[in-house]
């Protein structure tokens, strides 16, 4: 029985498309979903898993399988579509997976011939098996896994040509924040893989670098703590000769031995979710965290810092309280904090979340011709209206702002204040440099959407030279 699992491409991502340029292996990140399906997929099947970022093949020159899996953010909807109908015109049956077959059953359904809704341990082995016995049913739902039944994502299927490997060791988030999927889709109950089942299959990634991609690796409570600190304990042990990225909230920075200990356990980075420079933007998102009294965000990136951890900030642009002048506020808060690299995103309804029930009800999504419209949900394109900035409005004010952050002064600056602090003055120049080309690239793609989408607007051209 052959098995191929598909991650489809964005082509508007073109900053995760390998083909576009060398740094681009940097930021094309491994499919970890694929590859965990793979884990969970018997010996009996053939496993292929084709990612689509690294190039798209000729399905039909291709043997033909029994089976097609295909994952999809909403952002890569439209192009899960065709893939599948590519398939399904061959006559091999599809089954889709992932967030948006999760938060749209019934738009997928009308695609493929199989859905699997939520997480796909406990369900995969019996899709398996109805499929070979020709009988898949239209709709299966895993539910939420329990992490100690964990198979190992499989690290060896995918080709040599990613930067960094990928691995998972939580689950959901508690938080739930208006703009963010993760708690809808993977539970308020926080869940943690057992450590030593955590650490050998850290062994069998073949990268040096590798991206954590919990949503939260340290938690919210203190026995969420303590097991982050357990693991460091145990990776740092297993002297893995690895370094990782992972994301955390702000609250990473205030436990000292935790830093410690993360450090010794090879982070050299972590992203962290700033949302809004002020207190009423952190309200409207539902940012709790990061509105606990006597918090110093300047104070708490320093920390993080002093042991050689980058930070990169990521904010959100046009919240309801966001007027003009929003993009500038946003890059002066990222430099205040002082913040390695800046990620400024534009506020989008995602389906599931609550923001979407919200921009829904109040008829506020602009962009609405789906499935083909999802290909802009990827947080870079203004989506929805938004209250006090029109289209034009908002596409200056991201481009004001990573103007503003990534100009050459100000970007020497944190270059020359990493060399001085003793970080990693390359690193941090390296990143930077690739942010502002991503930003100009950025500039462009405003254009171009600008003249498709709204070209009979009038909209005033955008300006692209930083
Ligand atoms: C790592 C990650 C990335 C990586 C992607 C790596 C990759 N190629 O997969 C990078 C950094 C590139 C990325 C980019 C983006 N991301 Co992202 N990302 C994540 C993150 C943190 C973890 C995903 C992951 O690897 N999980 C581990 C695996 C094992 O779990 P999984 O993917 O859920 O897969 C399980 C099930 O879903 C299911 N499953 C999945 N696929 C399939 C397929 C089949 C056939 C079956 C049966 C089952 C199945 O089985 C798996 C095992 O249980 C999630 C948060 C989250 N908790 O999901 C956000 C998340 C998926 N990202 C999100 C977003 C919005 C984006 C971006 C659009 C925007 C951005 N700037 O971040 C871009 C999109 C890029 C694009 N190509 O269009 C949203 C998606 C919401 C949505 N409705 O689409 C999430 C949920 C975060 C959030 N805050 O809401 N992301
Ligand atoms: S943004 Fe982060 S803290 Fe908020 S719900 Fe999502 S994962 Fe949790």
């Not at 033909?64 to 065709?82: C, E, H, K, M, N």
């Not at 606990?292 to 919240?319: C, M, N």
């Not at 990693?424 to 440099?433: A, F, K, Q, Y």
Request: aromatic share 10%.
């Amino acid at each position: 029985m052959r098995l191929y699992l598909i991650n489809p491409t964005n082509p508007l991502v073109s900053s995760v498309s390998a083909k576009e340029s060398r740094w681009n292996r940097y930021r094309v990140w491994k499919p970890l979903s694929l590859m965990a399906l793979a884990g969970l997929t018997p010996p009996e099947w053939e496993v292929l898993i084709v990612d689509e970022n690294l190039g798209v093949p000729d399905y039909p020159a291709m043997p033909r399988p029994d089976l097609v899996g295909i994952t999809a953010f909403t952002s890569q909807a439209p192009r899960a579509y065709a893939v599948a109908a590519c398939f399904r015109r061959l006559g091999v049956p599809v089954v889709m997976g992932g967030i948006h077959a999760t938060m749209c059953v019934q738009e997928v359904l009308a695609q493929v011939d199989t859905v699997v809704t939520r997480e796909a341990e406990g369900i995969w082995p019996q899709v398996l098996a109805d499929a070979r016995q020709g009988a898949l049913q239209r709709q299966y739902d895993g539910g939420f896994a329990k992490l100690s039944q964990f198979a190992p994502a499989r690290h060896d299927l995918l080709p040599d040509r990613y930067a960094f490997g990928a691995i998972q060791t939580t689950r959901g988030c508690p938080l739930n924040c208006t703009f963010c999927s993760v708690t809808t889709f993977n539970g308020a109950q926080y869940r943690q893989r057992p450590i030593p089942d955590v650490v050998r299959e850290f062994q069998s990634i073949r990268e040096k670098l590798v991206l954590v991609v919990d949503d939260n690796l340290i938690g919210t409570r203190p026995e969420h703590i303590a097991r982050a600190k357990d693991l460091f304990r145990a990776l740092a042990h297993a002297n893995l000769h690895k370094q990782w990225v992972a994301q955390a909230t702000i609250n990473f920075a205030d436990d000292e031995e935790l830093l410690t200990l993360a450090a010794k356990a090879g982070c050299r980075g972590v992203f962290i979710g700033f949302e809004s420079p002020s207190p009423e933007g952190l309200r409207e998102l539902g940012k709790k965290y990061n509105l606990l009294k006597g918090r110093d965000f300047p104070a708490s990136v320093r920390r993080i810092q002093r042991h050689r951890i980058l930070v990169a900030g990521s904010f959100i642009i046009g919240l309801d309280i966001d007027e003009p002048g929003i993009g500038q506020r946003v890059a002066e808060a990222a430099s205040r904090y002082g913040v390695d690299h800046l990620n400024a995103l534009f506020l989008t309804p995602l389906p599931g979340t609550s923001l979407w029930d919200q921009m829904k009800c109040e008829d506020r999504l602009a962009l609405t011709a789906f499935p083909e419209d999802w290909k802009y949900y990827t947080l870079t394109f203004p989506v929805a209206r938004f209250k006090h900035l029109s289209l034009d409005g908002i596409i200056q004010e991201m481009i004001a702002c990573n103007r503003h952050f990534y100009s050459p002064p100000r970007l020497l600056r944190r270059v020359w204040d990493s060399l001085w602090q003793g970080r990693r003055p390359l690193v941090s120049l390296v990143g930077n440099l690739s942010y502002r080309h991503n930003s100009r690239v950025d500039g462009k793609t405003y254009a171009d959407f600008q003249r498709q989408r709204h070209g009979s607007t009038g909209a005033t051209p955008v300006q692209t030279q930083a």
